[in-house]
């Protein structure tokens, strides 16, 4: 009898534990660490910006320099037919969590605020354009 009385007690506790799992399964937080967050940042504008034909950034190139000795990787952009210029924008990151930082003579134009936007939005995780 005690030992139906046992698993009778088991049971009512795992319905009563079913209850409390969660429905879906918890979002993974992107890595905020520097490298990682110059990673999905170096693809989408790869995407977005370079490969995609987007006439604001076709007189340009993207020149990832994520392997920094320095802690800092970073991507730029060059003029797209003179690779070995001075960049016109760096996107760069350093520590963990990152500090994120652009500047360069784009940045002082009218593409300032849609760089500012897209680098906000691919460092914090989200892939789209």
Request: glycine residues 6%; aromatic residues 6%; hydrophobic residues 45%.
């Amino acid at each position: 009898m005690t030992y139906k009385i046992a698993l009778a007690c088991l049971a009512v506790t795992l319905i009563s534990l079913q209850g409390c799992k969660s429905e879906r399964p918890a979002a993974v937080a992107p890595d905020r660490a520097a490298l990682p967050m110059m990673e999905r940042i170096a693809v989408a504008a790869n995407s977005c910006w370079f490969k995609s034909g987007d006439a604001a950034f076709a007189a340009y190139r993207l020149a990832p320099e994520l392997n920094s000795f320095s802690g800092r990787p970073r991507i730029l952009a060059v003029p797209r037919h003179s690779p070995e210029s001075r960049p016109l924008l760096v996107v760069q990151a350093e520590g963990n969590p990152a500090r994120l930082d652009a500047f360069g003579p784009m940045m002082n134009g009218s593409q300032a605020a849609r760089i500012r936007k897209d680098v906000t939005r691919w460092a914090a995780g989200d892939k789209g354009c």
